[in-house]
């Protein structure tokens, strides 16, 4: 056994408040005990951390984390962030040098742009992309993840022409000639990505352990990775089965991929203590940053409505057969349209088999009936305030004014009687330190310091218990984690400030503090 003492203890259990000291049992990975206890006299000898003033908390959660794609980022992908690639002519360069160091025909592929915080203020095209190359195709995904741009050979591979249709769900973007601009959005993106060569099983079990170690730098223990193929699935059990899952992971396999039609099996449910899969995942709209989400009116700048994926009476077999064998739902729905139908088919769902509690992933934009109605059905709400603080501008940019107010709002979440469960998205996000996605629930602030909707924000507690308790729940086993709770595991962080007291002081104090042990397990896993 050993002991935590001499510090801050936030448990996020309310039955445990300000305990002076914590035991954990190394032999279960366990809490044991929580309390006042004088172990000095009452306890046999222990293992003994003094937390010398700092904060001990559980382990964060990112309940939405795309693991394998931040890890592809950080290991094999050209990095086109803001910080790495500011300009277009920047991420030319940035492929150049990765082409100049593969042989000719090999897939040059990246992501990060946001055509907003380009100095362009436009999307790269298949002509900006062929200047790295004609002999190496080259696919460029925008941050949000929901639009590709390709250069002259990569559509040539994929076979993506003039007379190319538009599959159900995308738009193949046009110039005024009729050809392909080389930007490719939502279901559209498959097109492309069918004719990418897959990444080997090492390289993805490279991407995700590199992803993990990243996470567990900055205190996440466990994380929800939310688009998986079978071959993804894959490696994730290979990786557990050997033990090499370092952050405990709640995946959920996608039902239908992009650009096709065919439909992915059920899965097999899997639990074990590092990887869980009794959950699946669909997309019904586009993203909010890029103007794809579906709106029932048209954005600024772009005129259009975004992009709804799916015919209703199609979603609700997909999802009813889901559900009828047990399986939960998360659902990538942001525009109002989106969530109308969404959550229609939740309530058909819960009409006819109650009992499951399904996830809205993002929930951008809902109206207070919309609240209601997922509470109704006891449904679980996965929004990211870190959006706010990374494409804020984005938001101010194509959003019609009015729909402002209503853009991530916790506050109203919370008020409605939701659970909710924050997370970063990243890579959508360029940084995906919990403690950032804390602050912006609490001052909701973009990029250029001012607020979106600020009587959406939420109290430091209430957004440190969503990215702790929040993510344990919505994950479906908050029985385990998410508080420091007799019993739970031992996943838990020493920070070097209180988050809870620095927060109430001013938000961005909440940037100073730094994690600087994890432990999973009751095992010291990391250090800073």
């Given at each position: 056994?050993?002991?935590?003492?001499?510090?801050?203890?936030?448990?996020?259990?309310?039955?445990?408040?300000?305990?002076?000291?914590?035991?954990?049992?190394?032999?279960?990975?366990?809490?044991?005990?929580?309390?006042?206890?004088?172990?000095?006299?009452?306890?046999?000898?222990?293992?003994?951390?003094?937390?010398?003033?700092?904060?001990?908390?559980?382990?964060?959660?990112?309940?939405?984390?795309?693991?394998?794609?931040?890890g592809l980022l950080l290991t094999v992908q050209v990095d086109a962030r803001r910080a790495a690639?500011?300009?277009?002519?920047?991420?030319?360069?940035?492929?150049?040098?990765?082409?100049?160091?593969?042989?000719?025909?090999?897939?040059?592929?990246?992501?990060?742009?946001?055509?907003?915080?380009?100095?362009?203020?436009?999307?790269?095209?298949?002509?900006?992309?062929?200047?790295?190359?004609?002999?190496?195709?080259?696919?460029?995904?925008?941050?949000?993840?929901?639009?590709?741009?390709?250069?002259?050979?990569?559509?040539?591979?994929?076979?993506?022409?003039?007379?190319?249709?538009?599959?159900?769900?995308?738009?193949?973007?046009?110039?005024?000639?009729?050809?392909?601009?080389?930007?490719?959005?939502?279901?559209?993106?498959?097109?492309?990505?069918?004719?990418?060569?897959?990444?080997d099983d090492e390289t993805m079990a490279n991407a995700i352990r590199a992803a993990m170690a990243?996470?567990?730098?900055?205190?996440?223990?466990?994380?929800?990775?939310?688009?998986?193929?079978?071959?993804?699935?894959?490696?994730?059990?290979?990786?557990?089965?050997?033990?090499?899952?370092?952050?405990?992971?709640?995946?959920?396999?996608?039902?239908?991929?992009?650009?096709?039609?065919?439909?992915?099996?059920?899965?097999?449910?899997?639990?074990?203590?590092?990887?869980?899969?009794?959950?699946?995942?669909?997309?019904?709209?586009?993203?909010?940053?890029?103007?794809?989400?579906?709106?029932?009116?048209?954005?600024?700048?772009?005129?259009?409505?975004?992009?709804?994926?799916?015919?209703?009476?199609?979603?609700?077999?997909?999802?009813?057969?889901?559900?009828?064998?047990?399986?939960?739902?998360?659902?990538?729905?942001?525009?109002?349209?989106?969530?109308?139908?969404?959550?229609?088919?939740?309530?058909?769902?819960?009409?006819?088999?109650?009992?499951?509690?399904?996830?809205?992933?993002?929930?951008?934009?809902?109206?207070?009936?919309?609240?209601?109605?997922?509470?109704?059905?006891?449904?679980?709400?996965?929004?990211?305030?870190?959006?706010?603080?990374?494409?804020?501008?984005?938001?101010?940019?194509?959003?019609?004014?009015?729909?402002?107010?209503?853009?991530?709002?916790?506050?109203?979440?919370?008020?409605?009687?939701?659970?909710?469960?924050?997370?970063?998205?990243?890579?959508?996000?360029?940084?995906?330190?919990?403690?950032?996605?804390?602050?912006?629930?609490?001052?909701?602030?973009?990029?250029?310091?001012?607020?979106?909707?600020?009587?959406?924000?939420?109290?430091?507690?209430?957004?440190?218990?969503?990215?702790?308790?929040?993510?344990?729940?919505?994950?479906?086993?908050?029985?385990?984690?998410?508080?420091?709770?007799?019993?739970?595991?031992?996943?838990?962080?020493?920070?070097?400030?209180?988050?809870?007291?620095?927060?109430?002081?001013?938000?961005?104090?909440?940037?100073?503090?730094?994690?600087?042990?994890?432990?999973?397990?009751?095992?010291?896993?990391?250090?800073?």
């Amino acid at each position: 056994m050993f002991v935590f003492y001499n510090g801050v203890i936030h448990t996020m259990d309310p039955a445990y408040p300000n305990p002076d000291i914590v035991v954990v049992d190394e032999e279960t990975g366990r809490v044991r005990s929580v309390g006042r206890l004088d172990f000095r006299t009452t306890m046999p000898p222990v293992k003994r951390v003094d937390l010398r003033g700092r904060t001990l908390l559980p382990g964060f959660n990112d309940a939405h984390v795309h693991i394998w794609k931040l890890g592809l980022l950080l290991t094999v992908q050209v990095d086109a962030r803001r910080a790495a690639a500011p300009d277009i002519p920047t991420v030319i360069e940035q492929f150049r040098q990765r082409a100049a160091a593969v042989p000719a025909g090999t897939w040059l592929t990246g992501r990060g742009y946001n055509e907003v915080d380009l100095p362009e203020k436009r999307h790269p095209t298949s002509a900006d992309l062929d200047q790295v190359s004609t002999d190496h195709p080259v696919a460029l995904t925008r941050t949000c993840g929901h639009m590709i741009v390709a250069n002259s050979l990569a559509l040539r591979l994929a076979g993506i022409t003039a007379e190319t249709p538009d599959p159900p769900g995308g738009v193949i973007v046009r110039g005024e000639d009729g050809q392909p601009t080389g930007l490719l959005q939502e279901t559209a993106m498959g097109l492309l990505t069918r004719a990418i060569p897959p990444y080997d099983d090492e390289t993805m079990a490279n991407a995700i352990r590199a992803a993990m170690a990243h996470q567990l730098r900055l205190g996440i223990t466990s994380a929800t990775d939310p688009l998986l193929t079978p071959d993804h699935l894959r490696v994730y059990r290979q990786l557990d089965s050997a033990g090499h899952l370092d952050v405990r992971v709640n995946g959920l396999p996608i039902r239908r991929p992009d650009g096709g039609t065919e439909t992915y099996p059920l899965p097999d449910m899997h639990h074990s203590d590092f990887l869980r899969v009794d959950t699946v995942k669909f997309f019904a709209d586009g993203g909010l940053s890029g103007a794809t989400a579906a709106l029932s009116e048209p954005y600024k700048v772009t005129g259009e409505r975004g992009v709804l994926r799916f015919d209703t009476n199609e979603l609700l077999d997909l999802m009813w057969e889901a559900h009828d064998a047990g399986f939960r739902i998360a659902t990538h729905a942001i525009g109002d349209v989106a969530l109308d139908q969404v959550i229609g088919v939740y309530e058909t769902l819960h009409a006819r088999k109650p009992g499951l509690r399904h996830r809205v992933e993002h929930l951008g934009l809902p109206s207070p009936e919309h609240l209601r109605r997922l509470k109704a059905i006891d449904a679980i709400a996965v929004p990211q305030t870190v959006f706010l603080a990374a494409l804020g501008t984005a938001f101010r940019r194509y959003l019609p004014d009015h729909f402002l107010p209503r853009c991530y709002p916790v506050r109203a979440m919370l008020n409605a009687g939701l659970e909710i469960a924050l997370s970063s998205d990243a890579p959508v996000v360029p940084d995906d330190n919990p403690l950032l996605g804390i602050k912006a629930a609490v001052d909701r602030f973009d990029p250029l310091g001012e607020a979106i909707a600020p009587e959406q924000t939420i109290s430091p507690y209430e957004a440190l218990y969503a990215y702790t308790m929040g993510g344990a729940i919505a994950s479906g086993d908050a029985a385990n984690r998410g508080s420091i709770t007799p019993g739970k595991w031992a996943d838990l962080i020493i920070v070097n400030g209180d988050p809870l007291r620095e927060a109430a002081i001013a938000p961005e104090r909440l940037l100073d503090i730094h994690v600087e042990e994890v432990y999973v397990g009751g095992r010291l896993v990391a250090e800073n």
